[in-house]
């Protein structure tokens, strides 16, 4: 290997200090520990400041699957539907299963579609300039998601709630930014997680509250299986971590 091709792997290997391999969100590596409480930039030295700077890059340009992907994939993803069919006993060529792999298989695409969209996308247009300085709440966002452990389904519902700091964004936009990452291979917990860094970033805001309820289907058709078991996970940044009463005031208009 010539030393120009060492070089860039050594530079494709550099981390923004804090980070591990697991990023919060997989747009916004490193963001959250560079980052206050209330959202805003702790002192950091200007080679810091650079490498914040291309991982907002990366954040905004990152896609990772195109619809061109999903038509060259669509094959293999039969494929190897059929070949489970075939490994649970099953008869791939019986009438009702001639077609289930292909169905299967674009199905799982609908289910990961979050993959192809870009956040950068859904909030362009949608930030507004407000004078407005109390809280936003949009609470019981259906959210359908993935289990990355089992590949069962996750669903239930989102609250979200932010403080403005001179700026709002489009109240739909909240919803799809849920859509876009619970349209994945997920854990809840990063799930939420993913949410709230999403809506700091782009608000720039005082605060942001997240909470998920969600139920598991590998904890209801496996396992435990316990029909009536609910997952609750929050997230909360800037004010909505530091002053108990915004926090209280969030959790109470959300159960209201």
Not at 10 to 33: A, C, R
Not at 113 to 122: M, R
Not at 149 to 173: A, D, E, Q, T
């Amino acid at each position: 290997m010539d030393r120009s091709k060492q070089k860039q792997l050594n530079q494709s290997e550099v981390q923004v200090p804090g980070t591990n391999d697991g990023s919060v969100n997989g747009h916004f590596e490193g963001m959250v520990k560079m980052t206050n409480r209330t959202g805003g930039p702790q002192g950091v030295s200007g080679e810091t400041n650079s490498q914040t700077s291309s991982v907002m890059e990366s954040w905004r340009e990152e896609r990772t699957r195109s619809m061109e992907d999903n038509e060259m994939s669509l094959p293999c993803l039969a494929a190897a539907y059929t070949n489970i069919i075939r490994g649970l006993g099953e008869d791939p060529q019986r009438q009702g299963l001639l077609k289930t792999p292909w169905r299967a298989a674009t199905a799982m695409q609908f289910f990961t579609k979050g993959y192809q969209e870009k956040i950068i996308d859904v909030l362009n247009d949608a930030i507004f300039d407000e004078d407005h300085d109390e809280m936003v709440i949009v609470k019981d966002i259906d959210m359908f998601s993935m289990c990355e452990h089992h590949l069962v389904p996750i669903f239930g519902r989102v609250h979200i709630g932010y403080l403005p700091n001179k700026r709002v964004l489009g109240l739909s936009k909240l919803a799809r930014i849920v859509e876009i990452y619970s349209r994945r291979l997920q854990v809840q917990e990063r799930l939420t997680k993913q949410i709230a860094v999403a809506i700091t970033e782009a608000l720039k805001p005082a605060g942001v509250g997240v909470v998920v309820e969600a139920t598991h289907m590998c904890m209801v058709m496996r396992g435990v299986q316990k029909m009536n078991s609910k997952t609750v996970t929050s997230t909360m940044l800037g004010v909505f971590r530091e002053d108990p009463k915004t926090r209280d005031e969030f959790l109470t208009l959300i159960r209201s």
